[in-house]
């Protein structure tokens, strides 16, 4: 197993594409701890962990919260020692055009991406140095590549982390550490739901969507999870600063 012996955090691990990399990387060795607002399901997909045979460690966070995310950090070293493995992939989607979004929405789509990205990464990279091995993670989406209809927030928090990523990938590349994202194209999981879009808007947006791609299906999260296995292992050391995007073949 590539990642034995490793410490991975996946925020937003409770559910959806970060409930499928948890794991993922649990079964390739990775002792792994859930940050997630939802404390229940991160209880749960650490229970699926530990079932597995590894460790993990479930916690209440907001990622937008920069000392919920440093005391976390703290436990989950305690716990199961010096963190090499963060995945960035806590978040929300919501479609609002421009011209209705408020302030309060712009900033909360910001503070939990980008800022979220920001905290995270902040408060594991000195672990990373120390080891002078790291993988870094984080989880844009083709709205950030492509932008999005109603996303103007979500694409531009998803763009920023992409240029987080190559600024990053630049500083720690000569510390032995990768920084790298996924840009995801339509993955079936809740937060789909959670848009608040009308079930019949959905399901049409997603068959328009399946007629659009080539490998004529949405993602799943193993899809994903593929992809961060392979991003967060030895075999992706020269790979650093790049956005793959796993999706079917559409772009935008
Ligand atoms: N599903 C898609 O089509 C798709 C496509 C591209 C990118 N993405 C991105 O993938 C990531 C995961 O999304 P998903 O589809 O699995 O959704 P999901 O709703 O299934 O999972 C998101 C998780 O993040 C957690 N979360 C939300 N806000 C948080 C916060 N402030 N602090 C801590 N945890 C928080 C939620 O509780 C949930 O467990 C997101 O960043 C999303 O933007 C999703």
């Given at each position: 197993?590539?990642?034995?012996?490793?410490?991975?955090?996946?925020?937003?691990?409770?559910s959806g594409i970060g409930r499928g990399i948890c794991l993922r990387l649990a079964r390739d060795g990775a002792n792994v701890a859930i940050l997630d607002l939802d404390l229940a399901g991160a209880e749960k997909v650490a229970a699926e962990v530990m079932a597995g045979?590894?460790?993990?460690?479930?916690?209440?966070?907001?990622?937008?919260?920069?000392?919920?995310?440093?005391?976390?950090?703290?436990?989950?070293?305690?716990e199961l020692g010096p963190i090499h493995i963060l995945v960035n992939d806590a978040g929300i989607g919501e479609f609002v055009p421009l011209a209705q979004?408020?302030?309060?929405?712009?900033?909360?789509?910001?503070?939990?991406?980008?800022?979220?990205?920001?905290?995270?990464?902040?408060?594991?990279?000195?672990?990373?140095?120390?080891?002078?091995?790291?993988?870094v993670v984080s989880i844009s989406s083709v709205?950030?590549?492509?932008?999005?209809?109603?996303?103007?927030?979500?694409?531009?928090?998803?763009?920023?982390?992409?240029?987080?990523?190559?600024?990053?990938?630049?500083?720690?590349?000569?510390?032995?550490?990768?920084?790298n994202a996924i840009a995801p194209g339509l993955i079936d999981t809740p937060i789909i739901r959670k848009s608040q879009l009308p079930?019949?808007?959905?399901?049409?947006?997603?068959?328009?969507v399946v007629g659009r791609t080539p490998v004529r299906r949405v993602g799943a999260p193993d899809d994903i999870a593929a992809a961060c296995a392979y991003l967060a292992s030895e075999d992706a050391s020269f790979f650093t600063g790049q956005v793959m995007s796993p999706n079917g073949g559409l772009y935008t």
């Open positions: 197993m590539s990642l034995s012996g490793k410490t991975a955090i996946v925020t937003g691990g409770a045979g590894r460790k993990a460690v479930a916690c209440q966070v907001d990622v937008a919260n920069r000392s919920q995310i440093d005391t976390a950090v703290a436990r989950v070293r305690q979004m408020n302030e309060a929405q712009w900033d909360r789509m910001i503070a939990i991406h980008l800022k979220g990205t920001f905290n995270c990464t902040k408060a594991v990279v000195q672990d990373m140095i120390d080891a002078k091995w790291g993988r709205a950030g590549l492509g932008g999005g209809m109603g996303l103007v927030h979500y694409s531009a928090a998803k763009a920023g982390i992409i240029g987080f990523t190559k600024a990053l990938a630049q500083e720690l590349g000569p510390l032995g550490i990768t920084v079930e019949e808007q959905i399901r049409g947006w997603i068959e328009t």
